[in-house]
């Protein structure tokens, strides 16, 4: 026991840091020197771990690097949009193999599966493996997804994948695991792994592109909630502004909130203050260089609307921060996070912080591959996956109603015993 204990903190500290020697593998683990040789001996007779290279060089001495053995297992992770798949393949150890964008059908009666299915090969070749390599594959889509039917919901944006047991029949035809997640719950898989909410347990994050989207942490857990609808805040009823163009109250029902900050009510919001945009991220761009009095009027309109969305969330939750992420929220930059702070203050007590998310690239992807990672170290090296986005079902696919995320704390695993 107290063997296996060791093996698993020196693969999760190799996994984590990279190639290391054996004296920087020896400070990590808390090892004596002869322990952690024999360590090493034992893993890479087992073919767990292997050389990676020397460092040092010149007149000093030059010391052997060891790494995780990437080819025990193949992972493939997936951003699902309506016009086009964005494929990733990478080693078990987390090694990018080979990354593919291909053109995807989304309309009702399009062959869904074959289509993703020939993608996913052409990606898997591209890797130099087949198919039937890949431990698993996590989909992150634009929707709710109903752990207990595999249903995506909310998700007019792609019929073509709605109706069906999603990641069941991936699953079965494709002959792999495959994980379908809400893109928004990656991107917050993402920014606990690698950006600004990392060390947190509880924060809040608001999507803000094209179209919106949202995910809740709690204790370091993301709240799917019971159908897969936690954090879905798009169809949320918030009080409805007064109309910038007309200057009267609309219906006291409010309006979806969706309607209210996606990009086409961002672009008309920005239009009746006399600025002229073909999206929102481009308004919210072009107002922060014209910088006038109209330009800081539509901001400060627009970080309304957006805080009486997230007030709701707030006023719930409690969360440490709330994060903003999506193109629109980029453009805006943390000039605009501290606008909606100012507005959200005045809606609710807590007085949570509101910032802008720091990953950089396709965040949606790269949670997906954060949590592909995860369940094959699972499987190969029996480590603990608090990224798992559930249970995961005995033929492959559907999380289940809670996920965890990457716990980040300085001691992440049991401490090693000499």
């Keep these: 026991?107290?063997?296996?204990?060791?093996?698993?903190?020196?693969?999760?500290?190799?996994?984590?840091?990279?190639?290391?020697?054996?004296?920087?593998?020896?400070?990590?683990?808390?090892?004596?020197?002869?322990?952690?040789?024999?360590?090493?001996?034992?893993?890479?007779?087992?073919?767990?771990?292997?050389?990676?290279?020397?460092?040092?060089?010149?007149?000093?001495?030059?010391?052997?690097?060891?790494?995780?053995?990437?080819?025990?297992?193949?992972?493939?992770?997936?951003?699902?949009?309506?016009?086009?798949?964005?494929?990733?393949?990478?080693?078990?150890?987390?090694?990018?193999?080979?990354?593919?964008?291909?053109?995807?059908?989304?309309?009702?009666?399009?062959?869904?599966?074959?289509?993703?299915?020939?993608?996913?090969?052409?990606?898997?070749?591209?890797?130099?493996?087949?198919?039937?390599?890949?431990?698993?594959?996590?989909?992150?889509?634009?929707?709710?997804?109903?752990?207990?039917?595999?249903?995506?919901?909310?998700?007019?944006?792609?019929?073509?994948?709605?109706?069906?047991?999603?990641p069941g029949r991936l699953s079965e035809q494709l002959g792999v695991e495959v994980t379908i997640e809400n893109d928004v719950n990656l991107v917050a898989v993402e920014e606990m792994t690698a950006g600004r909410a990392a060390g947190l347990d509880d924060f809040v994050m608001v999507w803000l592109s094209e179209g919106v989207g949202g995910a809740v942490v709690i204790g370091r857990r993301l709240l799917r909630g019971a159908t897969g609808g936690g954090g879905e805040i798009d169809w949320m009823r918030v009080p409805d502004p007064v109309s910038v163009d007309t200057g009267e109250e609309r219906p006291r029902a409010g309006a979806r909130f969706g309607n209210l900050v996606d990009s086409p009510a961002v672009v008309r919001l920005a239009s009746a203050h006399g600025l002229t945009a073909d999206s929102g991220w481009e308004a919210v761009a072009l107002a922060r260089r014209e910088g006038n009095a109209a330009a800081d009027a539509f901001l400060d309109d627009f970080a309304r609307r957006v805080a009486g969305g997230v007030a709701s969330l707030v006023a719930v939750a409690d969360p440490q921060l709330v994060l903003l992420c999506g193109e629109t929220s980029r453009a805006g930059g943390e000039d605009f996070a501290a606008r909606v702070a100012l507005r959200l203050h005045e809606l609710v007590l807590p007085r949570t912080p509101v910032g802008v998310a720091s990953v950089a690239g396709n965040a949606v992807r790269a949670g997906a591959l954060q949590s592909a990672l995860a369940i094959a170290r699972e499987d190969v090296f029996g480590l603990s996956a608090p990224i798992l986005l559930g249970p995961r079902r005995p033929g492959g696919g559907a999380p289940g109603a809670a996920a965890a995320l990457p716990d980040t704390s300085p001691t992440p695993s049991p401490a090693p015993t000499d």
Excluded: C
């Excluded at 204990?5 to 996994?15: G, S, Y």
């Excluded at 996913?120 to 890949?134: E, I, N, Q, V, Y």
């Design 1 to 166: 026991m107290l063997r296996e204990i060791n093996d698993r903190a020196a693969i999760e500290v190799l996994l984590r840091e990279g190639p290391l020697t054996r004296a920087e593998l020896e400070v990590a683990i808390g090892l004596s020197k002869p322990a952690t040789a024999q360590l090493i001996a034992r893993l890479e007779a087992e073919g767990i771990v292997g050389k990676a290279g020397v460092r040092g060089g010149g007149r000093g001495p030059r010391a052997q690097l060891w790494q995780v053995t990437g080819s025990l297992a193949y992972v493939a992770a997936v951003d699902l949009t309506p016009k086009a798949g964005d494929f990733v393949i990478a080693d078990v150890a987390g090694q990018v193999l080979a990354e593919l964008r291909a053109p995807l059908p989304a309309h009702e009666g399009a062959d869904i599966v074959g289509e993703f299915g020939k993608a996913l090969s052409k990606a898997t070749r591209l890797a130099g493996l087949t198919l039937p390599d890949l431990a698993n594959v996590v989909i992150g889509a634009q929707g709710a997804f109903d752990p207990r039917t595999g249903f995506l919901s909310s998700a007019p944006h792609i019929p073509g994948w709605l109706g069906f047991d999603v």
